[in-house]
């Protein structure tokens, strides 16, 4: 018999004051967004199956959540926030030339396998700008990226950028199946080198192109060299194409700032197949995953009907918590409150006094006075209460209690 008091794997609650900090959080994130003109978007969090089918180039079927509506329409549970979005974009701005720029907040569900340790129901918070081709709509999400970062408490961070028409450039010119392309890439992404080795000699790539993709799992690190050895190594117009967008995005993030905290890797490709472009993650101590993922895709609107250049991230928000407790930075969602404890015969009085605090929004906790001051500690500590006011039964005295330094 199940433990009712248990959650199922890859689920978890949140309470006390780490579910106001997480809010916090959220509050300060979507706050950046809107400071960048972004305007709030929301999608269901299930929609049909084919919103995130193999041809999108999202999560994979077997990762999804499915269940059937009383149609028999095949469903999913929302596994990735940028389909959603790309679909309201073509339905909802059809006809409109001028870039749209759109954030979100909400859970995805990934059926991870159980033993990565990863959450199933996770919080995200992204933007998505759409209709844009340009380096510099590039530079403004991977600044923006890098804002919100800053704006909840973290200083230490990296954000490596790579693009994948780099490889796609390299692979179109190697000639391969889409078999071959699919293995080559994988241990690219994974920085496999012996397996990508193997995958080389037994598809009798080109010694010119396969000095490349050799290459590639360890091209990362200061942009101006990475940029460097990618064009000294290729011919290629389109792998060098992706090197002028970069070198024009680096200088672009230079006006901003943000180049210091930006590395490159070209061997970095995506687990989503639906970028088309530049591709990035975000990185900080006390998580073993990247805590922001973003990308440019611009042939995935297309397939809703309305072809549209478009580039975004999302942030996991509750990698990002994890982060933020490893590294001690004070997340405090919850305000400061006040504690009356009344007689009996003063509850009127309290009553009043709570109304008027709480006019002043201050909130504030009402209790009979029936108990003992120790026994309070949990509760005065759990709120966040820093001052009690005391009105005693069979008096007309006030007794307020203000908290110090170690506590009430």
Do not use: W
Not at 129 to 155: F, K, Q, R
Not at 159 to 173: L, P, Q, S, T
């Amino acid at each position: 018999m199940k433990d009712l008091l248990h959650t199922p794997e890859g689920v978890r609650d949140y309470y006390n004051g780490e579910c106001a900090g997480r809010r916090k959080v959220v509050g300060e994130i979507c706050r950046e967004f809107m400071l960048y003109g972004y305007q709030q978007i929301q999608t269901p969090a299930f929609e049909y199956f084919d919103i995130f089918n193999a041809e999108r180039g999202s999560v994979a079927s077997r990762y999804m959540y499915k269940l059937f509506d009383r149609d028999g329409e095949t469903l999913v549970l929302r596994p990735d926030f940028t389909p959603s979005i790309a679909r309201c974009a073509a339905k909802y701005y059809q006809g409109i030339n001028v870039p749209i720029r759109l954030y979100y907040e909400g859970n995805i569900y990934v059926n991870q396998a159980g033993y990565q340790g990863k959450l199933k129901e996770s919080m995200h918070a992204g933007v998505e700008y759409v209709g844009d081709d340009s380096t510099a709509a590039n530079a403004e999400v991977i600044t923006l990226a890098a804002d919100v970062l800053h704006s909840v408490g973290l200083t230490s961070f990296q954000i490596e950028v790579g693009d994948v028409r780099y490889f796609n450039g390299i692979m179109d010119e190697a000639g391969l199946d889409d078999e071959a392309r699919v293995a080559i890439r994988a241990c690219i992404e994974d920085k496999n080198h012996f397996g990508l080795e193997e995958l080389l000699e037994q598809h009798h790539i080109s010694d010119q192109v396969a000095v490349v993709l050799d290459r590639l799992p360890q091209m990362f690190g200061n942009p101006e060299d990475i940029l460097e050895e990618a064009r000294s190594l290729t011919n290629n117009p389109n792998a060098l194409h992706a090197v002028e967008r970069l070198e024009a995005l680096y200088r672009q993030l230079h006006e901003y700032g943000t180049d210091s905290y930006v590395t490159f890797d070209l061997g970095m490709l995506g687990k989503q197949d639906y970028y088309t472009g530049i591709i990035f993650r975000g990185y900080t101590y006390g998580t073993g995953v990247e805590i922001i993922s973003g990308g440019r895709y611009n042939d995935l609107m297309g397939q809703f009907g309305r072809s549209a250049p478009a580039v975004g991230f999302g942030i996991n928000v509750d990698e990002l918590m994890q982060a933020l407790y490893s590294q001690e930075i004070p997340v405090e969602g919850r305000p400061e409150a006040v504690l009356i404890l009344c007689g009996e015969d003063r509850f009127g009085e309290a009553v009043r006094e709570a109304r008027a605090l709480r006019g002043q929004g201050i909130p504030v906790h009402l209790m009979a006075e029936e108990r003992d001051l120790r026994d309070l500690q949990f509760y005065i500590r759990e709120n966040r209460i820093t001052k009690i006011i005391h009105l005693p039964h069979g008096s007309s005295e006030r007794e307020v209690t203000e908290k110090k330094k170690g506590g009430i």
